[in-house]
């Protein structure tokens, strides 16, 4: 599993650096071992309802909200003069989308592919395609939209399906990058944040279904998913 105490039983601390690209990264640091208890600092940021349940947020709704503008921007740039077909798969992107495509000035068509990952637990098992697309991208540009980049295994089926569908341009965006994950050589060509070996949830990011709305990413308990 994701995340956790080390060796050493000290927990990892996440560290802030702005990349040259305009992103994140979110990098460990092994400091002495602080329980959310007597963290009061980062404890005192997670809404009461969600204390025991959050170990800590990751990333902050403002955090997010600045790296979204950012992000549409890029994609503006880079898309400037075209009609996109924004390609979403479920059910992660659901904030991730909703903000970023308010901020394109762009013109676009919307459509969603349905994946579910049958696995159990916090590890992706086997793929299933539950909702198809339907709008034809046949020559256009296409931008695939997808919460998380971690194993690749997603994104590695997904993308030669639409591939296959002969669009002019096809590019990746990510809200989060967990790239000390992959198993698949493949990139995003977006990425919001790049974050160390944890699982998160909230903002989209689910774990059994639950946690989606909240605002921020945030860590959970080991507890919740090592009862
Ligand atoms: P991949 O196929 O391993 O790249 O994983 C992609 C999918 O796994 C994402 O769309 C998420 O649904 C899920 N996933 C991977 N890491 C996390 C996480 O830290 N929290 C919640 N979901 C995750
Ligand atoms: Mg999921």
Known sequence: MAGGRNEQGAWPQVVKTKLKTGGFKLATQTKQAPSSIHNPQSSARIPLRWRKEVERILITDEQIARRVKTLAREIERDFRGRELVVVSLLSGTVMFLADLIRHLNLPLRLDFIGVSSYGLGTESGELVFTKELRLDVRGRDVLLIDDILDT??????????????????????????????????????YAGFEIPDLFVVGYGLDYAERYRHLPFVGVLHPHVYQP
């Open 152 to 189: 690749g295994k997603t994104m590695s089926r997904v993308l030669p399906k639409i591939h296959a569908l002969k669009p002019r341009r096809l590019k990746t965006c990510v809200l989060l990058d967990k790239p000390s994950r992959r198993v698949e050589k493949i990139r995003a060509d």
